[in-house]
């Protein structure tokens, strides 16, 4: 053989082992989905987070928390087992997250509306703010309804929602104590919290949503009078 077709044979072995090298590494920049090839876009890890909570918030709509498995949520995202897994261990994790986001989602309603709040009226404002989240109709609400009837039969769900109690409290006491002193008295917010839970339910499962709202006002009064005998009971404030 020839030197020039040994050099010929060398140069088509060089570029065939580059070609593969440039396949391998596109190979670890793509993901097969469906039968197509697509670039995989690097996410952030609140970016796979919510990924996994929007299938998750799916499947609870759509067949209950009950129903819903691990494999159902990572089915509904673009991710694999490992990269579900390293993020939740279990469909547990995933609706405690989710009903977080609903109290953050609340939170910050409340705190662009503080500045609405005058001297003198803290207890109306409160009060508004309160009845405001039993009537309101957001992509949370669903997704509590069911938590709420969910946690009649799952003990673990009940201690989530202790936990969860625990946490809305806190965040009252990080806000301007003239407006959230009474709620910081735990019967009192036992009370508010199990009044706006009893309004939510019969809000969605009894469709009285429109008619609650037609009414708000007597919702306010009441609250104001559970404040305005807290305060008078109690150390004053609010």
């Known amino acids: 053989m020839s030197s020039k077709k040994i050099m010929i044979i060398y140069i088509k072995k060089v570029l065939l082992f580059y070609e593969i ?17 697509c670039a995989v876009k690097r996410l952030s890890i ?17 067949k209950g928390f009950s129903n819903m498995t691990m494999e159902d949520v990572i089915a509904g ?30 939170d ?15 207890v109306e404002f ?14 949370y609400m669903p997704l509590y309804v069911e938590f709420l009837i969910e946690k009649k039969r799952n003990p673990k769900l009940e201690e989530v929602f202790e936990d969860l109690k625990m946490q809305a409290n806190n965040r009252f006491k990080l806000m301007d ?29 009894l469709g009285a949503r429109d008619n609650f709202r037609k009414n708000r006002y007597l919702f306010e009064e009441m609250l104001i009078s559970i404040f305005k ?4 009971v109690g150390d004053g404030s609010i």
């Open 77 to 106: 995202t673009t991710m694999s087992k490992g990269g579900v897994y390293h993020y939740y261990k279990n469909t547990l994790d995933i609706f405690k997250d989710l009903m977080v986001a609903g109290i953050d989602y609340r």
């Open 177 to 205: 104590t003239s407006i959230s002193g009474s709620l910081l008295n735990k019967s009192t917010f036992d009370l508010c919290t199990n009044l706006i839970n009893a309004i939510i339910l019969a809000s969605d499962i």
């Open 126 to 139: 409160m009060a508004k703010q309160m009845v405001d989240k039993m009537l309101d109709d957001n992509p």
């Open 21 to 37: 090298r440039y396949i391998i590494t596109l190979s670890t920049e793509t993901s097969i989905k469906g039968g197509f090839m």
């Open 229 to 232: 005998n807290e305060r008078e």
């Open 46 to 62: 609140e970016e796979r987070k919510n990924e996994i909570m929007q299938s998750a918030t799916r499947l609870i709509t759509e």
């Open 108 to 122: 910050k309603i409340i705190h662009e509306h503080i500045g609405e709040c005058e001297k003198g009226c803290e």
